[in-house]
């Protein structure tokens, strides 16, 4: 009952409170939503309706871009690497700073997303791992500022040997971005 209700709500959010939104926005976050649906967070509300304040496709938004990080975390790790994926989550990171779809400590570490994206998104595969922890360090950040809104299960994992070194995945097993096949166990939840 409450995914039903969030599904709803979505609908409304994109709709009736967000003048600005075009439909360019809702194409786009559609298209996304179709590539990262097995991906998505799933927002649960446990609150009155009238106390749920929604923002057009911001939490939506927000998924595509712990989908993309995941994807890169997860190439990484298998010593595999897609610049599509981090031109990928450096615009749906973009679209939410320049649509105003967030704010306080949320936005910022949204921007800092943008940022490190854009600083990997046409390096190398070691390059790539160069710039993860800063990826890791913005992804934290939005984490944090959205706790207990997700239902997706990540865990937060560190590397020892890589200064900064830590990430979040989905997996079980530890899956060392930083390291890939060379060094794949190492690391430990946090």
């Known amino acids: ?35 990262h649906k097995s991906k998505a967070i799933k927002i649960k509300v446990d609150k009155d309706f009238d106390d749920v304040k929604v923002t057009c496709c911001g939490h939506e938004r927000l998924d595509q871009v712990l989908g993309e990080y995941l994807d890169i975390q997860k190439n990484l790790a298998a010593d595999t690497f897609k610049p599509g994926d981090a031109y990928a989550l450096e615009g749906h990171a973009k679209s ?29 595969l070691e390059g790539t791992r160069a710039g993860f ?10 984490v944090e ?11 937060l994992v560190e590397c020892p040997m890589e200064k900064g070194g830590i990430w979040y995945q989905t997996d079980a097993e530890i899956k060392n971005p930083y390291y890939g096949s060379e060094m794949l166990g190492c690391g430990a939840f946090k």
């Open 1 to 35: 009952m409450s995914l039903t209700l969030v599904l709803a709500l979505g609908l409304v959010g994109c709709g009736a409170d967000n003048d600005e939104a075009t439909s360019d926005d809702h194409a786009a976050h559609e298209d996304g939503a179709k590539k």
């Open 96 to 124: 939410i700073v320049d649509g105003g779809m967030t704010s306080g400590d949320a936005l910022t570490a949204t921007q800092a997303m943008v940022t490190a994206a854009g600083a990997i998104k046409d390096a190398d």
């Open 133 to 142: 922890a800063d990826l890791s360090s913005a992804m934290q950040g939005i």
């Open 145 to 155: 500022a959205r706790k207990g809104q997700g239902s997706t299960e990540i865990a």
